[in-house]
């Protein structure tokens, strides 16, 4: 998820609880902007600036 505040949130899908697993902030000032997510390019957008950054592909075992 990407905050107002321009933070990357990764969180781990869990009905039970928030479970926050990591945090980056990717822009400077406020944004209501979905997030983009293509191949292995997390993209994201405020009125004033565009951020990419490549994120590392990893396997999870026995898949």
């Known amino acids: 998820m990407l ?3 321009g933070e990357a949130v990764l ?3 869990n ?3 928030l479970d926050e697993l990591a945090r980056h902030k990717v822009l400077e ?3 209501w902007n979905h997030p983009a ?3 292995n390019r997390l993209y994201s957008r405020n009125g004033e600036e565009m951020s990419c950054f490549e994120l590392p592909v990893t396997t999870v075992a026995g898949k």
Do not use: A, C, F, Q
């Open 3 to 5: 905050s107002e505040s």
């Open 29 to 31: 000032g406020k944004t």
């Open 37 to 39: 997510l293509v191949g």
């Open 15 to 17: 009905p039970e609880k």
């Open 11 to 13: 969180l781990r899908t």
